[in-house]
C-alpha cells in the first residue's frame, strides 16, 4: 500500500511538473538529432530530399527539417500536392528545387513565405496555370524554371513582382499567345526561353521592356511570319546588333518561306507589307516604328520611356548643337577678318604718310629705286600685317 502511494504521488509530481518538462527537451533533442527527415540526406543547410519516391508525406518532411535550411531538394518524388503552410518555418530557404513530381495545381500562398528564395524549379509537372499571387512574395528570384509543363497561357500579373528575376523558362509548354505586359516588370531579365510551346506570332511590345536581355530561345514553335511579324523581326535585327542571342526562327507559315529562318530572311521579301492599308513602315537607322495593320494598332500601349525615340533625340540634339558650332565659327572668322582688314587700312594710312614724308628725297631718285622702295614698304605691311594677326588675342580667332 505504502508502495503504490508513493508511486502514485512520484508520478502525480512527475505528470503535474517533471513529465511534460521532461519531454519536451526530450523531444527537441531528438528533434535536433533527426533534424534531417529520415529519407533525406543532409549536409549543414543543404537537404537533399530528391529521388525518394515520396507521396503526399512531403508536409511531415517539411515539419522535421531545421528551420535554417537553405536548400531543399525534392527533385523525381511523387509529390501531388503541397499544403499551404508547408514552407511556413522555411524562411531561410534560398533554392527550391521541386522538379519532375506530379503536382497539377498549386495553393496560391505555398510559397509564401519565402521572400528570400533565389532559385525555385517546377519543371517537368502537370501545371496547367498558375495562381496569379503564386510569386507575389518572391521578390528575390533570380531564376525561375517552369520548363516542361502544360501551361496554354499565363497571366498577365504573374511575374509583375519578380523585378530580381535574371532567369526564366517557359519552354515546353502550351503557350499560344502571350499577353502584352507579361514581362513588363522584368527589367533584369537576361536570359528567356520560349522553346517548344505553340506561338505563332509575337508583338514587338512584349519583348521591348527587356532591356537587359542577352540570350532569346525561340526554337519549336509555328512562327507565321507574315506582317505582323515584321515589327519583331526588327527587334531581333536590334537585338543582334547589340550583341545579343536569338536562337532560330524558323516560319512555318507563309508557305513561300516555310522553313526558313526569320533572322535572315532579307527584308525586300515584306516589301508588300508596307503597301498594305492602314500600314506604315518606316525606319530610320535600322529602328522601326511602324504601326503594321489595325491588329498591331490595338496592341500599342502607353509606355513610361519611349526607349525607340532616344536615338532619334540625340541625333536632333547633335544636329542643332552643330548649328549653333557653325554660327560660332562664323561670327569668330568675321571677326578676325574684319580686324585684318581694319589693321591693314591702318597700315596703308602709315604707308602713305610716310611716304608724304620722305617724297622730297625720293624724289630725285630713278625710278627703279622708287619701286624697290614701294615693294620694301609693301614688304613691311605684309609683315606688320602678319604681327597683327599674331597679337589679336587667340581665343577670338581659335
Ligand atoms: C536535385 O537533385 C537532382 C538529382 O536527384 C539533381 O539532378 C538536381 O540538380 C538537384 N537540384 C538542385 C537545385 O541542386
Ligand atoms: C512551424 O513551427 C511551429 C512552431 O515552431 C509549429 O507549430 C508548426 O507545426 C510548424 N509548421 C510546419 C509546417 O512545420
Ligand atoms: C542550423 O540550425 C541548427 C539547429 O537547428 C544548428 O545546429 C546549425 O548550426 C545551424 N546552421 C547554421 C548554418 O546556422
Ligand atoms: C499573322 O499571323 C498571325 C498568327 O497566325 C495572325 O494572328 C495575324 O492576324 C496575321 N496577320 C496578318 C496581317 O495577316
Same mark, same amino acid.
Given at each position: 500500500m505504502l508502495i503504490m502511494r508513493i508511486c502514485k504521488w512520484t508520478l502525480r509530481i512527475k505528470m503535474n511538473v517533471k513529465v511534460p518538462a521532461v519531454l519536451l527537451t526530450l523531444l527537441s533533442l531528438i528533434r535536433e538529432l533527426v533534424?534531417?527527415?529520415?529519407v533525406c540526406t543532409c549536409s549543414n543547410i543543404h537537404t537533399d530530399c530528391s529521388n525518394?519516391?515520396? +507521396?503526399?508525406s512531403f508536409n511531415l518532411i517539411s515539419s522535421q $527539417?531545421?528551420?535554417?535550411?537553405t536548400t531543399l531538394n525534392l527533385s523525381r &518524388?511523387?509529390?501531388?500536392l503541397i499544403d499551404?503552410?508547408?514552407?511556413?518555418?522555411?524562411? !531561410? +530557404?534560398l533554392q527550391l528545387d521541386l522538379s519532375r513530381?506530379?503536382?497539377?495545381t498549386l495553393h496560391? !500562398?505555398?510559397?509564401?513565405? *519565402?521572400? /528570400?528564395? @533565389?532559385f525555385l524549379d517546377l519543371s517537368s509537372?502537370?501545371?496547367e496555370n498558375l495562381p496569379v499571387?503564386?510569386? /507575389? @512574395?518572391?521578390?528575390? +528570384?533570380r531564376e525561375l524554371i517552369l520548363r516542361?509543363? %502544360? *501551361?496554354?497561357e499565363v497571366n498577365s500579373? =504573374?511575374?509583375?513582382?519578380?523585378? @530580381? $528575376?535574371?532567369h526564366l523558362d517557359l519552354s515546353l &509548354?502550351?503557350?499560344a499567345s502571350m499577353s *502584352?505586359?507579361?514581362?513588363?516588370? $522584368?527589367?533584369?531579365? @537576361?536570359w528567356l526561353s520560349l522553346a517548344g &510551346? %505553340?506561338? %505563332?506570332t509575337i508583338p514587338r511590345s512584349v519583348l521591348?521592356?527587356?532591356?537587359?536581355? =542577352?540570350r532569346l530561345l525561340l526554337e519549336g514553335n509555328r512562327w507565321n511570319?507574315?506582317?505582323?511579324l515584321v515589327p519583331f523581326k526588327h527587334w531581333v535585327e536590334w537585338m543582334l546588333y547589340r550583341g545579343g542571342h536569338v536562337d532560330s526562327i524558323v516560319c512555318s507559315l507563309p508557305a513561300f518561306l516555310q522553313g526558313r529562318d526569320l533572322r535572315i530572311i532579307p527584308m525586300d521579301m515584306f516589301q508588300h507589307c508596307s503597301n498594305l492599308p492602314s500600314s506604315s513602315v518606316s525606319a530610320t537607322e535600322g529602328l522601326i516604328i511602324s504601326t503594321d495593320s489595325t491588329a498591331a494598332c490595338l496592341e500599342q500601349r502607353p509606355r513610361?520611356?519611349?526607349?525607340? %525615340?532616344a536615338p532619334t533625340t540625340l541625333v536632333l540634339a547633335r544636329l542643332v548643337c552643330g548649328v549653333v558650332w557653325l554660327m560660332m565659327v562664323v561670327v569668330v572668322m568675321y571677326s578676325c577678318i574684319y580686324a585684318m582688314l581694319a589693321a591693314k587700312y591702318k597700315q596703308e594710312q602709315l604707308k602713305r604718310s610716310l611716304m608724304e614724308v620722305k617724297e622730297p628725297e625720293v624724289e630725285h631718285e630713278k625710278e627703279e629705286d622708287e619701286k624697290e622702295m614701294e615693294h620694301d614698304f609693301d614688304k613691311g605691311a605684309k609683315a606688320r600685317e602678319h604681327a597683327d594677326w599674331m597679337v589679336l588675342p587667340p581665343e577670338v580667332c581659335v
Open positions: 533534424a534531417c527527415p529520415s525518394r519516391d515520396l +507521396l503526399l $527539417l531545421p528551420s535554417n535550411v &518524388n511523387s509529390i501531388t499551404p503552410g508547408a514552407f511556413a518555418n522555411l524562411s !531561410s +530557404l513530381n506530379q503536382l497539377f496560391p !500562398s505555398t510559397f509564401y513565405p *519565402l521572400s /528570400s528564395l @533565389e509537372n502537370f501545371l499571387d503564386l510569386f /507575389s @512574395e518572391l521578390s528575390n +528570384l516542361d509543363n %502544360r *501551361l496554354k500579373k =504573374q511575374f509583375q513582382s519578380l523585378a @530580381e $528575376l535574371q &509548354n502550351s503557350l *502584352l505586359d507579361l514581362l513588363d516588370g $522584368l527589367q533584369g531579365l @537576361e &510551346n %505553340r506561338l %505563332r521591348e521592356p527587356l532591356t537587359a536581355l =542577352q511570319c507574315n506582317c505582323s513610361v520611356v519611349n526607349l525607340r %525615340r
